[in-house]
C-alpha cells in the first residue's frame, strides 16, 4: 500500500474512531456547491496521476486527485474529450471532483450524463478498506454498479481514490446556429428538432435568442443547416466555453437579493410562471431561473411540471439545496450512507442535512 493511501486510511480511522467529520477536498473548485461544509479537510491531491489511457479502447483511468486540465490536455493529444463537457469553475478542479460533483456541460443533452461515462471506480470506505467497482471496459456490468452511483454523491459514501472513465471522439465539425425567437417557440422547436436524426449536441435559449450547436461529419451538419435554417455563428467555442463555465452574463449578474435555481424538467414543459430572468439548456430539460420568489414557489412549479429544483448559487442554503427526497429514496439514501460510511464522517450534511 502506497504512503498516502496509508495516510488516507489512518486518518479516516481515527476520524471514525472520535466521530469527526472529514470534508473530502480536491481543488476546492466546487466548495460553494451543496450544503453547508464541514470537517477537516481531506486533500485528495496528493494522490494524482493518469493510471492508464488506451486511446483506441476509448477509456481512461486517473487517480481522483488529477488536474481535469491534466486528463483534457491528455485526451486532446489524441483528439478525444470528455463527451459530457464538465465545468471547472475554476483551475483546481480534479477528476476525482468531477465525479462527485456529477456536473455535466452543454452536451449533456446529446452525449449523456457523467454517470454515463464512469466505468469502473475505486473507493475507500469508512471503514478504511479499498473496494473496487466496474472495471475499465464498458462491457463489465456484473453486481451493482456502484461506480456510478457515487457520480453525484458529493463525497457523502467515501474517498473516491481512482476513476475509469469513457471518452469518444472529438466531432469532426461543429457549427452554431442563431435563430430570433420568443420562448415558448424555442421549447416547441428543440421538442420537434430533437425527434429528429439531426446532430444536435448543445442548445441555449435567453433573452429571445436561440443558439444551437450541429457537431459530426460535415455532410450531416451541411444538410441539418438547410433543414433547419437559422445565421450561423462564427468562432463560437467561446460561447460554449462561458456557457459551461458560467461566464457569461447571465451567470454573472447575480444580484444580491436574488438566487439562481436549476430546474430539471420534461423537456416539453411548458414556461413556468414565474418571475425572473430563465436561460434555457438541454432542449429544455435544464432551465435555469434567476429569482426572488420564495423556495416552496419555485419546487411547487418544477414539482407541478413533473421536474425538480436545486438552489444552485445564492440564497439560503437553510432551506435545503437540493429539492427534497420522497420517504422511501431517502430511506435508500440513508441506508447507503450508512453502509459505506458507518460512522457518520464523510462530508456530512453536504447533499441533504440528514447525512
Known sequence: MEPIIQEFRQRILDAGNSRQPLRIRGGGSKDWYGQALNG????????SGIVAYDPTELVITARAGTPLAEVEQALAQHNQILAFEPPHFGPGATIGGVVAAGLSGPRRQAAGAVR????GAVLMDGK????????????????YDVSRLLAGSLGTLGLILE?????????????????SMEREEAIRRLNEWG????PISASAWHGGVL?????????????????????????????WLSLREQSNDFFGSLQPAASLWRLSLPT??????????????????????????????IRAAAKEAGGHASLFRGGDKAIGVFHPLPPAIARIH????????????FNVGRLYPEF
Open 40 to 47: 477537516e479537510v481531506l486533500d485528495t491531491r496528493a494522490y
Open 116 to 119: 454515463d461515462f464512469v466505468l
Open 128 to 143: 478504511g478498506d479499498i473496494l473496487h467497482f466496474g472495471g475499465q471496459v464498458m462491457k463489465n456490468v456484473a453486481g
Open 163 to 179: 476513476v475509469s472513465l469513457k471518452v469518444l471522439p472529438r466531432p469532426l465539425m461543429e457549427t452554431t446556429l442563431r435563430f
Open 195 to 198: 425527434g429528429q436524426p439531426l
Open 211 to 239: 443558439l444551437v450547436r450541429l457537431s459530426g461529419a460535415p455532410a450531416a451538419i451541411e444538410a441539418a443547416i438547410a433543414r433547419m435554417g437559422g445565421e450561423q455563428v462564427p468562432d463560437a467555442d467561446g460561447l
Open 268 to 297: 416539453h414543459a411548458k414556461p413556468l410562471t414565474l418571475d425572473g430572468d430563465e436561460l434555457i439548456e438541454w432542449g429544455g430539460a435544464q432551465r435555469w431561473l434567476k429569482t426572488t420568489a420564495s423556495a416552496d414557489a
Open 334 to 345: 440513508g441506508g447507503l450512507k450508512k453502509a459505506f460510511d458507518p460512522a457518520g464522517i
